[in-house]
T-cell receptor
Framework: GENVEQHPSTLSVQEGDSAVIKCTYS??????FPWYKQELGKRPQLIID?????GEKKDQRIAVTLNKTAKHFSLHITETQPEDSAVYFC???????FGKGTRLHILP | DGGITQSPKYLFRKEGQNVTLSCEQN?????MYWYRQDPGQGLRLIYY???????QKGDIAEGYSVSREKKESFPLTVTSAQKNPTAFYLC????????????FGPGTRLTVL
C-alpha cells in the first residue's frame, strides 16, 4: 500500500540556524505536495505546498523542494525563530496519509 | 480554517456508550476527513468521503462509523467497540482530495471515563 516516511522525528536547532525536514512517498501518480504546521494545542495549518510542475517554491523563510524521480520532498526553514517551534507534517500525495510528524525545537 | 467547525470541544464518555462528534463546513468542499491524533503521534485517518452518500475506511476505522448525508456535514460516531477511544479528533475538508489544501477544524478532545 501507499506509504509516507518523514524524518527526523525530532529536530533541535539554534535560533537563527536552518532546519530541514524530509518526506519520502511511494505513490508516483500525484502532483500535490503539502506541508502543515501544528502549534501546541492548535489545529494543523498549511504553511507551504508545491505542485509537480516545479522543483522548488519559496515563501520568505520557508521553502519546499521536490524530487519526483527520487520520490521525496523537503521543507526548509531558514533563520529560524522561536515561533517556528511546532510539529510539522507532510501529506502523502493522495493527501490521506500523513507523515508521523517532526517536532521542531528552536533553542535560544 | 474559519469555515469548518467541530463540536463539542471537550467530550466525556462512560465506557460502553456511543458518542457522536460533529463536523460542519461551509466552504462548499467535496471531500471531508476524520483523523485521530494521540499525544506525540501523527494524524491517523479514520474515514474519508469524497462525495455525498459515499465514504471509505481509513487505516483505523474499526470501532468508528460515519455518514455523509449532506455535503456540509460529516459526523463521526465512536462506538463501544472502539477499545481505546480517548484521543484528539480532527475533522478536515478540501475541495478535491488529491490536489487541494486540507482545512482542519479545531478538534474535539474525547475522554473515556
Amino acid at each position: 500500500g501507499e506509504n509516507v516516511e518523514q524524518h527526523p522525528s525530532t529536530l533541535s536547532v539554534q535560533e537563527g540556524d536552518s532546519a530541514v525536514i524530509k518526506c519520502t512517498y511511494s505513490d508516483s501518480a500525484s502532483n500535490y505536495f503539502p506541508w502543515y504546521k501544528q502549534e501546541l494545542g492548535k489545529r494543523p495549518q498549511l504553511i507551504i505546498d508545491i505542485r509537480s510542475n516545479v522543483g522548488e517554491k519559496k515563501d520568505q523563510r520557508i521553502a519546499v523542494t521536490l524530487n519526483k524521480t527520487a520520490k521525496h520532498f523537503s521543507l526548509h526553514i531558514t533563520e529560524t525563530q522561536p515561533e517556528d517551534s511546532a510539529v510539522y507534517f507532510c501529506a502523502a500525495p493522495n493527501q490521506i496519509i500523513f507523515g508521523k510528524g517532526t517536532r521542531l525545537h528552536i533553542l535560544p | 480554517d474559519g469555515g469548518i467547525t467541530q463540536s463539542p470541544k471537550y467530550l466525556f464518555r462512560k465506557e460502553g456508550q456511543n458518542v457522536t462528534l460533529s463536523c460542519e463546513q461551509n466552504l462548499n468542499h467535496d471531500a471531508m476527513y476524520w483523523y485521530r491524533q494521540d499525544p506525540g503521534q501523527g494524524l491517523r485517518l479514520i474515514y474519508y468521503s469524497q462525495i455525498v452518500n459515499d465514504f471509505q475506511k481509513g487505516d483505523i476505522a474499526e470501532g468508528y462509523s460515519v455518514s455523509r448525508e449532506k455535503k456540509e456535514s460529516f459526523p463521526l460516531t465512536v462506538t463501544s467497540a472502539q477499545k481505546n477511544p480517548t484521543a484528539f479528533y480532527l475533522c478536515a475538508s478540501n475541495l478535491r482530495q488529491q490536489t487541494d489544501t486540507q482545512y482542519f477544524g479545531p478538534g474535539t478532545r474525547l475522554t473515556v471515563l
